[in-house]
């Protein structure tokens, strides 16, 4: 059947034949319904919350998108490519093509697959829709999309968007605080998952305290929580239980990347509240938060000890040297949501660079970074801010909330907000 969208949000909605799908069934092609100021999916209709807060005041243009003023290096600056692309979480560059997951908010099956063409000049198009909760969002190197949905990793071919979706993994564990589903393509064409903790400490779901002496119960499920585990290249509706663990102990790595010689890089999301197990313990500084060049095999520290081998107040007598501590330690609470070893040329101060974003809401969050790496991409000194400034200023802007990172073919780099419904661009100045 085909439709028309009435055009009734100021050029926002773009009229095209739509093939609707089935209410509440698996994700389908949606031939490109226009979006309305962010998820409407999320809310149920009306205007999503991202759509409501403080706009992006603009002031002249940053690589053919009006500019927001935010700080930058010099030679930076950054865009407002669209305020309408709902809960946006990740986002994946193939050719002319700007690809967005709108995770639909905390809602079962209102998520969707967004496309901005012309190098993210056009309006948002809807290809997908009723995805469940996406996250995650890679392109191969073939121009396929990988979309890491709570519970499963699908395949979707942009070239034949009617094909059913191909499912590469389900059953991933899907309950609790970290349930979203983050992934990176290694070179030999596997992918590297994210098992996020259940709990923030594990604690019980009553929030109870965990026994003293005992192992953390969801540690020892299959796969375990707190995980990264290996899929292998070209898997084909593999269940989670049959997946290979490459390291544990990591509470929730949403941040993944790969660099030199294929070593895997994970931002690792630390536990909150340490001050109501230990009053003496500052909830604002600590834990940091840690970047981790996987070591193969490795346990990390979650949940029994904390920093560089500090017993967590709920295991005083944990025996931290037994446990592969961290690389580095980043901000407490800076919630590192995304990363990309940068390999552009327009973007100097990012040169031999792991770029993350900070999605945090604390003082040291909300904002862009950038950690040198040497020729063999190991890490360098402390991360360095590359887009700061984001504090919510009335009038100007709102505070930020970077998720996914994609660089694009000039080596620009694009940024989604979840919370502000945005995309964004890094670009360089004339």
């Not at 121009?143 to 590469?168: A, C, N, S």
């Not at 309950?175 to 070179?187: E, F, I, Q």
């Not at 990172?405 to 100045?429: C, Y």
């Amino acid at each position: 059947m085909h439709t028309t969208t009435p055009s009734t949000d100021h050029g926002a909605i773009r009229t095209r034949r739509a093939l609707h799908p089935a209410s509440k069934g698996p994700a389908r092609f949606v031939a490109v319904w226009a979006v309305i100021f962010g998820s409407l999916a999320a809310t149920g209709g009306g205007v999503s919350t991202a759509a409501a807060r403080e706009p992006y005041h603009t002031a002249g243009t940053c690589g053919g998108f009006p500019r927001i003023e935010l700080k930058t290096p010099p030679g930076l600056c950054v865009g407002l490519v669209s305020e309408q692309v709902g809960f946006a979480r990740g986002v994946a560059v193939i050719g002319a093509s700007v690809w967005v997951v709108d995770m639909g908010g905390w809602n079962p099956g209102r998520g969707r697959l967004l496309r901005l063409g012309h190098d993210g000049h056009d309006a948002p198009e809807v290809v997908l829709d009723h995805l469940n909760e996406p996250n995650a969002l890679v392109a191969t190197p073939n121009g396929h999309l990988l979309i890491g949905e709570l519970q499963r990793i699908v395949e979707f071919d942009p070239t034949d968007p009617k094909r059913p979706l191909r499912v590469l993994v389900h059953d991933l564990p899907g309950t609790g605080r970290h349930p979203l589903t983050s992934l990176v393509l290694t070179p030999d064409g596997g992918l590297v998952v994210n098992i996020g903790s259940a709990s923030d400490h594990c604690e019980s779901a009553q929030g109870r305290a965990p026994e003293r002496g005992q192992p953390c119960a969801e540690t020892q499920q299959t796969p375990p929580r707190a995980a990264l585990v290996a899929v292998p290249a070209n898997a084909t509706d593999l269940s989670a239980t049959d997946l290979k663990l490459v390291a544990s102990g990591l509470r929730n790595s949403m941040a993944l990347a790969v660099v030199h010689g294929g070593q895997i890089v994970a931002a690792e999301n630390a536990r909150d509240w340490i001050n109501q197990a230990d009053p003496r313990l500052s909830d604002e500084d600590l834990p940091h938060d840690t970047l981790n060049w996987i070591e193969p095999h490795a346990r990390y520290e979650w949940p029994y000890c904390y920093d560089m081998g500090m017993p967590s107040p709920e295991y005083p007598a944990s025996l931290c040297s037994d446990f592969h501590k961290p690389t580095r330690l980043l901000p407490a609470h800076a919630a590192p949501l995304g990363m990309l070893d940068y390999k552009g040329s327009m973007l100097a101060p990012l040169k031999g660079s792991l770029v993350i974003g900070y999605h945090g809401y604390r003082k040291l969050g909300h904002r862009i970074v950038a950690l040198d790496l040497d020729a063999a991409g190991a890490p360098g000194a402390a991360p360095r801010d590359i887009v700061s400034g984001w504090e919510h200023v009335a009038g100007q802007h709102p505070q930020g909330s970077p998720v996914g990172l994609a660089q694009a073919a000039d080596g620009s780099v694009f940024i989604t907000e979840d919370h502000n419904g945005t995309l964004l661009r890094l670009a360089s100045t004339p």
